[in-house]
């Protein structure tokens, strides 16, 4: 498995899998191409301080994921009580043929050892996949994340999430 920064010929891709099904069920209604341009090209030049990358596995790439400090998006990292040693991630398997293959745990792994932890200053990782979608936070479980409690904020819309931690 590798991880590739992701860049704007990547767009399409990422705009068909948030129409998948089995992505906007989690994510919500699918964005157009130019909603996921206007959200992921700044990203993609630098503008915004969370890094995209696409998941390859067996040469082809299956997945999107993305990495943050937490100290770069204070709102986030007061709510979740996070310090600045550690860096959120974020994803989404875009391609059904990798779904129940248990791939997402590796996936997490796999990011987590070569991207996250390789930024200077980062210690630990965590994520808050809604905690009704199982299969996610069983695939952070698996990768070694632990629970440390669910959140609501009461001016999001979304449901609660499960914060999950993972040390170095």
Not at 76 to 85: K, M, N, P, S, T
Not at 97 to 115: E, M, N, P, S
Not at 147 to 164: C, G, K, N, Q, Y
């Amino acid at each position: 498995m590798r991880f590739t920064p992701l860049t704007a010929p990547d767009l399409p891709l990422v705009t068909t899998w948030r129409a998948a099904p089995h992505v906007s069920r989690w994510l919500g209604p699918a964005p157009t191409e130019e909603q996921v341009a206007a959200k992921y090209l700044p990203r993609i030049r630098g503008e915004v301080p969370t890094r995209c990358f696409l998941a390859w596995h067996e040469g082809a790439p299956f997945a999107f994921v993305q990495g943050y400090r937490a100290a770069d998006h204070p709102v986030w990292a007061a709510v979740c009580g996070l310090g600045a040693d550690v860096a959120g991630l974020d994803l989404f398997i875009g391609e059904p043929g990798h779904l129940g293959r248990g791939i997402g745990a590796a996936t997490i792994d796999g990011f987590v050892t070569t991207v996250l932890l390789t930024w200077p200053g980062i210690d630990a990782s965590a994520a808050n996949p809604l905690s009704s979608n199982v299969a996610s936070v069983r695939a952070f479980a698996r990768a070694g994340f632990t629970p440390m409690r669910e959140i609501h904020d009461p001016a999001d819309l979304r449901p609660s999430v499960l914060l999950l931690r993972q040390g170095r």
